[in-house]
């Protein structure tokens, strides 16, 4: 499996803050996944963040009628290093 996403409103950059503004704004990884109940496991074999390489990204979902509900685990985010813990709730409707 892979997963990108990124902010919205993002737009090109040249300087070093706008780039590094991009980074902190948008996230990757692909790898072999497996489902248990209502976890998905996902072993990462490529990431926008090397610290995410060769780890297991563990992944809670719902389904909720037409919307699948999407939570991660609270963890340090690597994008805002010393900022303490984050977690990311994704929520997809399902298009007919």
Do not use: C
């Amino acid at each position: 499996m892979m997963a990108v996403a990124e902010a919205t409103g993002r737009k090109r950059g040249s300087t070093d803050a706008e780039l590094a503004a991009l980074y902190r704004s948008t996230f990757a990884y692909a790898g072999t996944y497996r489902v248990d109940g209502n976890t998905w496991t996902t072993k990462v074999d490529a990431s926008w963040s090397p610290t995410l390489r060769e780890v297991e990204q563990k992944r809670f979902y719902t389904l909720d009628g037409d919307q699948l509900h999407v939570t991660t685990s609270w963890a340090p985010d690597p994008r805002l290093p010393g900022k303490g813990d984050a977690r990311q709730v994704l929520v997809w409707q399902k298009v007919e």
